[in-house]
Structure formats: C-alpha cells, structure tokens
C-alpha cells in the first residue's frame, strides 16, 4: 500500500501546478505535492483550511459539500471555482474532483492555478470599459447638447432661423394631398424695441419668453414654429380649412395681448402683428411665400399693429 502511494504521489508530483489531496470526511491533508508543499501556510496542522490556507474554520470556498452532492445526483464529481486567497493575496483557480486514494479513502483532489495577473488585467480592462463608457456617455450627452444649440433659439428653446428653414423646405417640397395646405405666416412684437430701451433687456427676454409659451399652447404637434431673429417669429402649418388657421391666428393676437407681465407694479402693453398666407401654384420657394406675408406684416404694423394681415 505505501509503494502504491508513494507511486502515486511521484506521478502528482510532475504537475507543473499547486495540487494537495484532502480525506472529504476529516478533511485532513493526506497529499500535497512538492509545489504545493514549498507554499503551504502551516505545514505542522493537519486540516485543510488551517495547513493549506491558514483560516480558523472550513473555508467560505469548500467545494466538498458541492462535490459529494454532485457525485450524488448527477454522478459528476467535478468541479472549476474561482477564489481569493486572504493569505497570500492571490487569486486562485481551482480544479476540483473527487478521486478514491490507494488507501481506500474518498479524497478531494485538488489542482491551483494562479490567476492573479489574469484578475488583475480583467479588472484593468473592467475599469478601461467602465471610463470608456463614461467618456462615451458624456460625448453622448454633449453631442445631443451641441445638436439642441444648432437647431433650437437659446432663450426661448424653440426652433432657430437654421432648424427652421430645414424643416420648412422640407415641407415645403413635400407632397400635399387635397384638400390640405401649407400655410406660411411672420410674426413681430410691436414696438419691442421700446420695451427694451425703456424697461431692459432682461424685461424683453421675459417677453420673448411669455410670447414663446403663448404660442406654443395654441400650436398641433407637427406646426413649425421658430425665433427668425430679434421679435421676428414664423409659424408653419399644414391644414385643410382655412376658417381655423384664421381662427388659430386670431386666437394667439388675442391671447397675446393678453400676456400678464409688470413692472413695478404697472402691466406692459405687448401686442403681435401677423401676416400669413397659403402656397399658391406661383411659389416656386419658402422664400418667395416669406417675402409675400413679409409684406403683409409690414401692411399690418402701418395700419396699426396688432392686427391680422392675410389675402387668401
């Protein structure tokens, strides 16, 4: 029996790893070969945990209970676990079989490979992921940022003169089934500038802003609405009565000059000029139709101002 073991023990011995054998019912250490032997935590104690890892109780990692489970149910008495060695601040892996040494005995015969390089590049290469998916998420979030400066009016939040134009053309070109139309309009705040000289500029952003809201409560969903410039607004629309467009534009005039903004105690008089018409058969662009209620817009401020201007 001892020549079995010792011819047992010489062939584990060429393994080029960490190997020991451990009695699965007293989980003593009957075997552990020469690599094994040289890094052993405390030669003299006999169970597994305190003279292989040098812990005060059964390892948190014991893979014996699995094992004897395993070879229980499904006749399987292997097992591959990963671990971490408090004792020796490495991380291991280790092959695990259930295998009858020559005496007789059920052993957990056990194989360790060092894998503490391979952790600590996987957590490298963890952390890289992780910055990059920061970096990425930020470049993400600035590239939406710059998209919303280029396309939207950075006091009012709605379209710019660029976005606008785009969208407009877009529509512009775009078939219309009957009895639908393309209805184009101009916007100006009457006499804005002197709510600027007279109040500030900051006065005038809120304006500007009351204004914004305003409209954008009386306007569809898909209605192109935009900051040309200064108090200078545009609304695009599609519809297929012309009775509501008039009724939409008279009800943003109305709603408008109704805008509830003081100073000093003292409300401000802010009313629109408006000037709209629909595409006809001789638009060849956006801008030959923004040109035309241009003019109406003009016609509306020298008639009075606040006041529709349209010829449909």
Not at 175 to 198: A, G, H, Q, R
Request: proline residues 2%.
């Amino acid at each position: 029996m001892m020549q079995e073991n010792r011819l047992f023990e010489a062939l584990l011995d060429v393994i080029p790893f960490a190997a020991y054998a451990v009695d699965v019912e007293t989980y003593e250490v009957v075997y552990a070969n020469k690599m094994m032997s040289e890094s052993l935590f405390a030669p003299r104690e006999e169970f597994c945990w305190k003279k292989v890892f040098g812990q005060e109780e059964i390892c948190a990692w014991c893979q014996v209970p699995s094992l004897k489970q395993r070879s229980k149910q499904y006749k399987n008495d292997k097992l591959i676990s990963s671990f971490f060695d408090e004792a020796t601040d490495k991380w291991f892996q280790a092959f695990d079989e259930l295998i009858s040494w020559p005496d007789g005995r059920t052993v957990k015969y056990t194989i360790l490979v060092d894998i503490s390089e391979q952790k600590e590049i996987q957590a490298s290469m963890i952390k890289t992921h992780a910055k990059l998916a920061i970096q990425s998420k930020k470049l993400q979030q600035a590239n939406k940022k710059l998209k919303y400066l280029s396309e939207k009016d950075y006091l009012t939040g709605i379209d710019n003169r660029r976005s606008y134009f785009k969208k407009g053309i877009e529509l512009f070109e775009a078939p219309l089934e009957e009895p639908y139309e393309l209805y184009v309009s101009m916007l100006d705040l009457d006499k804005f500038k002197n709510i600027n000289d007279t109040f500030g500029h900051n006065i005038g952003d809120d304006v500007l802003k009351e204004f914004t809201k305003i409209i954008e409560n009386q306007l569809d969903e898909n209605d192109i609405f935009a900051r040309l410039g200064g108090e200078e607004f545009s609304i695009i629309l599609v519809s297929d009565n012309k009775d509501d467009v008039i009724t939409k534009f008279e009800t943003i005039k109305n709603r408008v000059k109704n805008i509830d903004l003081k100073v000093d105690g003292k409300p401000l008089e802010i009313s629109v000029s408006i000037g709209f018409d629909r595409r006809n058969k001789e638009d060849k662009s956006l801008d030959m139709i923004l040109e035309r209620v241009d003019g109406y817009l003009y016609d509306a401020k020298n008639e009075g101002r606040d006041r529709l201007k349209f010829r449909l």
